[in-house]
């Protein structure tokens, strides 16, 4: 395996530690990039991401530092893990500290609301040194992860050769990494899922049960395949990547998932605003990404009668019966 010597990860949150740990296994140097002083002095002070992932030690190898320069310099691969309304103006920004030729790596989740730009055509855009662009996902709860249970990822770039380098770097005993060429199968999957994963909440929120709440999925996976299918998407991916799958069924049915959560939240009444408080501050990709369907039905003509039934529920615009009747009709 071609190790990589320093790898840095941009996004401090659960998941950026997260990966950190599980990259530390295999590369000398590993680097993160945190928004917050808290969780630089938190891992500095107690080697604990106290702030979001508590009770977990950071490995040795593992630095964390609110200074891009310093965090970036010589990474021969860059890991960005943010939510997507930052990641334009923050690989921008820090397009200026990265090597030529280093490896630009999504492992945030969703589309570019108003561009309907994929991650890796915003790395790509914002990077022009960057050798190769992409993303990784799977059925991966940070938490699980950083514990070293049992997990699996996909990782698609543009590079076959590339992908296989990267997902050798992230593999262990216990996360198992794929290549993939199909970068649009994957950052589809990864946007579209948490919107599934609401309706799969909605379900738990008003009391259907298991046979409703199946359907919903099931139809939820239809309607990601068909957005990816417009795309371009690879037919097979769906089908012979379990990561793709796996990321779906684990986003829609883990108690610890935001998305499911939150969803669960808007069958019980409570509007998006009041269901994001819930979180305490943390993200709901699915809420924050929702009008991903409009784009789909208006420029695609892909018709995503769930997720497009929970964007107006999140918008006000109809009752939870209503949402409920479209969903299932």
Not at 146 to 170: C, I, M, P, R, T
Not at 265 to 276: I, P, R, V
Not at 320 to 328: G, K, V
């Given at each position: 395996?071609?190790?990589?010597?320093?790898?840095?990860?941009?996004?401090?949150?659960?998941?950026?530690?997260?990966?950190?740990?599980?990259?530390?296994?295999?590369?000398?140097?590993?680097?993160?990039?945190?928004?917050?002083?808290?969780?630089?002095?938190?891992?500095?002070?107690?080697?604990?991401?106290?702030?979001?992932?508590?009770?977990?030690?950071?490995?040795?190898?593992?630095?964390?530092?609110?200074?891009?320069?310093?965090?970036?310099?010589?990474?021969?691969?860059?890991?960005?893990?943010?939510?997507?309304?930052?990641?334009?103006?923050?690989?921008?920004?820090?397009?200026?500290?990265?090597?030529?030729?280093?490896?630009?790596?999504?492992?945030?989740?969703?589309?570019?609301?108003?561009?309907?730009?994929?991650?890796?055509?915003?790395?790509?855009?914002?990077?022009?040194?960057?050798?190769?662009?992409?993303?990784?996902?799977?059925?991966?709860?940070?938490?699980?992860?950083?514990?070293?249970?049992?997990?699996?990822?996909?990782?698609?770039?543009?590079?076959?050769?590339?992908?296989?380098?990267?997902?050798?770097?992230?593999?262990?005993?216990?996360?198992?990494?794929?290549?993939?060429?199909?970068v649009v199968g994957v950052e589809i999957g990864a946007a579209l899922k948490n919107?599934?994963?609401?309706?799969?909440?909605?379900?738990?929120?008003?009391?259907?049960?298991?046979?409703?709440?199946?359907?919903?999925?099931?139809?939820?996976?239809?309607?990601?395949?068909?957005?990816?299918?417009?795309?371009?998407?690879?037919?097979?991916?769906?089908?012979?990547?379990s990561a793709i799958l796996g990321d779906v069924l684990t986003t829609c049915m883990?108690?610890?998932?935001?998305?499911?959560?939150?969803?669960?939240?808007?069958?019980?009444?409570?509007?998006?605003?009041?269901?994001?408080?819930k979180l305490n501050g943390r993200v709901c990709a699915g809420l924050e990404t929702?009008?991903?369907?409009?784009?789909?039905?208006?420029?695609?003509?892909?018709?995503?009668?769930?997720?497009?039934?929970?964007?107006?529920?999140?918008?006000?615009?109809?009752?939870?019966?209503?949402?409920?009747?479209?969903?299932?009709?």
């Open positions: 395996m071609a190790k990589f010597q320093k790898v840095a990860v941009v996004g401090a949150g659960a998941w950026g530690s997260a990966l950190s740990i599980i990259l530390s296994k295999n590369v000398e140097n590993v680097t993160v990039w945190a928004r917050e002083t808290e969780v630089v002095d938190s891992v500095k002070n107690i080697r604990e991401n106290s702030m979001f992932l508590p009770n977990i030690k950071i490995p040795e190898n593992v630095v964390f530092s609110n200074d891009p320069a310093l965090v970036l310099d010589k990474a021969e691969m860059v890991v960005w893990v943010m939510p997507i309304q930052y990641l334009t103006s923050t690989a921008k920004n820090f397009s200026q500290y990265i090597a030529d030729g280093a490896i630009m790596i999504n492992a945030g989740k969703g589309i570019e609301i108003g561009s309907w730009k994929r991650p890796s055509h915003i790395l790509k855009d914002a990077i022009p040194q960057a050798k190769s662009c992409g993303s990784i996902m799977g059925p991966n709860i940070a938490f699980e992860v950083a514990l070293g249970k049992y997990a699996e990822a996909v990782v698609a770039l543009d590079s076959h050769s590339d992908a296989v380098q990267v997902a050798e770097n992230f593999t262990t005993n216990s996360f198992k990494v794929r290549a993939t060429d199909d919107i599934v994963a609401l309706a799969a909440g909605f379900c738990d929120g008003m009391n259907l049960g298991a046979n409703t709440k199946s359907i919903v999925m099931a139809r939820g996976f239809q309607e990601i395949y068909r957005a990816a299918a417009s795309l371009g998407a690879w037919s097979d991916s769906f089908v012979k990547e883990s108690p610890d998932s935001r998305n499911r959560r939150t969803g669960e939240e808007l069958g019980k009444g409570l509007d998006a605003d009041s269901a994001q408080k929702i009008q991903i369907c409009r784009m789909f039905e208006n420029l695609h003509h892909v018709r995503l009668p769930i997720m497009t039934a929970l964007c107006d529920l999140s918008e006000g615009k109809i009752s939870r019966q209503e949402c409920l009747e479209r969903m299932l009709g």
